[in-house]
């Protein structure tokens, strides 16, 4: 079964250096998604791409955080200087498109501790 | 693996009962929605969606009651296995293109041997 996959699993960083998370999602997928999970909180929104280019973005994501997709393949998210509250799960998602069903798949996230 | 929603409201059933988690939504322009079942260090995982124009849709062992009047949605499992046990999040849209969806705070379902 087709799966997104997020790298690294876990990242320990000291506060304001940047971190870089990684996702290759579903290879016929055309909409990727970042969502976060503070520990004990629900999933947020953070930003939604399309076409090479940013769909939606929540309040959350602010000039701190970029997203790029730099191949065919990958799907990165990009924190310039990390604080404290960056700290949680970070989950890519992808979709096929927006007229499908709407399934989102989810990665197995990446879990971010900033010190 | 991490521990997801250490303070989340918990359902206790017992093996081969019926589960029923509950799901208050917050826009009344939302036009679809998904259960998603996430399960300690992994991401959300779909198991259901409905979409305006219907009030129930089932899957296999899972019905979800979609009431638009008070904005609420139900998600049933019947026969509730141990592999059941998991948070459980309604998520709502409104926004077809950006599919941003917007995540309940989620249901702790625990199954009891």
């Known amino acids: 079964e087709p799966e997104v996959t997020q790298t690294p699993s876990h990242q320990v960083t000291q506060m304001g250096q940047e971190v870089i998370l990684r996702c290759v999602p579903i290879?016929?997928?055309?909409?990727f998604y970042w969502y976060r999970q503070i520990l004990g909180q629900k999933v947020e929104f953070l930003v939604s791409?399309?076409?090479?280019?940013?769909?939606?973005k929540s309040e959350i994501f602010d000039d701190q955080f970029s997203v790029e997709r730099p191949d065919g393949s990958n799907f990165t998210l990009k924190i310039r200087s990390t604080k404290l509250e960056d700290s949680a799960m970070y989950f890519c998602?992808?979709?096929?498109?927006?007229?499908?069903?709407?399934?989102?798949?989810f990665g197995e996230g990446s879990r971010l501790t900033v010190l | 693996g991490e521990s997801v929603g250490l303070h989340l409201p918990t359902l206790s059933v017992q093996e081969g009962d019926n589960s029923i988690i509950n799901c208050a939504y917050s826009?009344?322009?939302?036009?679809?929605f998904i259960w998603y079942k996430q399960e300690s260090g992994k991401g959300p995982q779909f198991i259901i969606d409905?979409?305006?124009?219907?009030d129930k849709r089932q899957g296999q062992r899972v019905t979800v009651l979609l009431n638009k009047t008070v904005k609420h949605l139900s998600l049933q499992i019947a026969a509730t296995q141990p592999g059941d046990s998991a948070v459980y999040f309604c998520?709502?849209?409104?926004?077809?293109?950006?599919?941003?969806?917007?995540f309940g705070p989620g249901t702790r379902l625990s199954v009891l041997p």
């Open positions: 791409f399309y076409n090479n280019e940013i769909s939606e």
């Open positions: 409905i979409r305006s124009n219907m």
């Open positions: 826009n009344s322009a939302s036009d679809y």
């Open positions: 290879s016929n997928h055309l909409y």
């Open positions: 998520a709502e849209t409104w926004d077809n293109y950006g599919q941003n969806f917007v």
């Open positions: 998602a992808s979709i096929q498109d927006a007229s499908s069903t709407g399934e989102l798949f």
